[in-house]
């Protein structure tokens, strides 16, 4: 199985044009934080705009809508009840994030299935969490849009069960959705069935809100390449790399520390690799 290496991951992170501007980057949607969940939302929405979303915007719980707009000002906030009134935000966002901190209530799942529905084929769903266990939950439901799946061990089990999945790598290219199956190592399934592996992570990482990092990683990632699977290898990379670098001398990996050093890491990245050409 081959290794995702830096060399590789140096080569999807494109330089930004001198005449850049913010819709050149994606606008990026979040769908996550049930009540009393709303750390899972900011942590996903904080690491989709540092690695430079365009636009970041999020559909909430009412009751996060507050206090996560005072902590994330970047981000456009909203709550998802009436979801129907945010019909235009659904036709504009190119890519949706599905899951963190969403919960499994009746209200979670009715939004679950309208959104799944709604989606668009030249639209990218990531589903992560309560994403991923919804669809368990409910998977008579398609949608058009291409998918990333991110299941941990305990995830990718129900789904196994809810698709009756035999091996990982048929199903993937059988259904065309990139996979992500965290763990240690990580293992990538690109839409071909074509499996790689991220070796890099520490057991600093062990920790809640990791998973809700990565995905909004992905997010923010997936308007600034060209192929979604980019998208999957450059957050999966950037993101154990960073914890490694902090686990140096940090016992544990807190999931906004990484985010913040995430733009030095993009940064640094990007200077090897003008320095090597």
């Not at 966002?93 to 963190?100: A, S, V």
């Not at 084929?121 to 589903?127: E, N, R």
Request: glycine share 8%.
């Amino acid at each position: 199985m081959e290794e995702v290496t830096e060399e590789w991951v140096s080569t999807l992170l494109k330089e930004r044009p001198k005449t850049a501007y913010k819709n050149q980057f994606g606008h990026n949607l979040l769908i996550a934080g049930n009540q009393a969940m709303a750390g899972a939302a900011l942590i996903a929405s904080r690491a989709c705009v540092y690695v430079g979303s365009g636009l970041t915007s999020l559909l909430t719980h009412p009751a996060n809508v507050s206090i996560i707009h005072q902590a994330l000002p970047e981000a456009m906030i909203d709550s998802w009840k009436a979801v129907n009134t945010h019909e235009d935000l659904l036709q504009k966002t190119q890519h949706w994030l599905i899951g963190p901190g969403m919960g499994q209530d009746t209200e979670s799942r009715s939004l679950f299935i309208h959104l799944m529905e709604q989606a668009r084929a030249d639209q990218v769903l990531i589903l992560d969490a309560d994403g991923l266990n919804l669809w368990c939950q409910n998977p008579q439901v398609t949608t058009k849009a291409q998918l990333i799946l991110t299941p941990h061990f305990g995830e990718w089990q129900r789904l196994k069960r809810a698709f009756d999945i035999q091996d990982p790598r048929t199903w993937a290219k059988e259904f065309g959705i990139h996979l992500v199956l965290k763990g240690a190592p990580t293992v990538m399934i690109d839409r071909q069935g074509k499996a790689y592996q991220n070796i890099a992570g520490n057991p600093g990482m062990a920790i809640g809100g990791m998973g809700d990092c990565l995905a909004g990683m992905m997010l923010g990632f997936l308007g600034q390449v060209s192929d979604p699977f980019e998208a999957v290898v450059l957050s999966c990379y950037l993101h154990t790399a960073v914890a490694n670098s902090l686990y140096q001398d940090q016992y544990i990996v807190l999931p906004s520390r990484l985010i913040d050093q995430v733009p030095h890491a993009m940064k640094r990245l990007f200077s090897k690799k003008e320095a090597a050409s």
